[in-house]
């Protein structure tokens, strides 16, 4: 084996291990089921920070406002958690002091899937999951792209290597 094929196989090995992570990175960004999230009871005013998130895409970078919501979750204490990049939380900051806040969040994601306060929502479950759950999909599928081609021609180099073996000794 000369150093070309050496160099091949790390290059293969190295796509089956870049799409391994994104098939983990998507599965880790579908959104929890409603049952699994935790439910966060705050009163007004809540601690709300505005940042500019910059991401790097094929067209330059975006730049996409997004919220930092000081929260006390129970059980850790107090994390800052945000909507699914791309929502927003509206009039979060300009509730009555001293009404009454229900997040419902995953923790482990450091993310608000929905936001309710008396007869109002103002983040949707329905629109916070299916922001997270397109991220996601996406993300398996490329990792599954990634993951087969890497794995196949690692098959097919191993397949060809047994074959030039038993070729040699005949």
Do not use: C
Request: overall charge positive.
């Amino acid at each position: 084996m000369d150093f070309k094929d050496v160099l091949w196989r790390v290059m293969l090995a190295g796509l089956l291990a870049g799409g391994l992570i994104m098939l983990f990175v998507g599965w880790r960004m579908l959104p929890p089921s409603r049952m699994r999230l935790v439910a966060v009871e705050q009163t007004a005013p809540v601690s709300v920070r505005r940042e500019i998130v910059t991401a790097q895409q094929r067209r330059g970078h975006t730049h996409t406002p997004t919220q930092r919501v000081g929260l006390n979750l129970p059980g850790t204490g107090p994390a800052t958690l945000s909507p699914p990049l791309g929502l927003w939380i509206e009039d979060l900051d300009a509730l009555p002091r001293g009404q009454r806040i229900r997040f419902l969040v995953s923790p482990s994601q450091s993310t608000i899937y929905e936001v309710t306060t008396g007869d109002r929502t103002l983040l949707r479950y329905a629109a916070a999951a299916d922001r997270q759950d397109a991220g996601g999909r996406a993300r398996l599928l490329v990792g599954l792209v990634l993951a087969a081609i890497g794995a196949g021609n690692l098959a097919y180099l191993r397949w060809k290597a047994r074959q030039d073996a038993e070729g040699s000794l005949v």
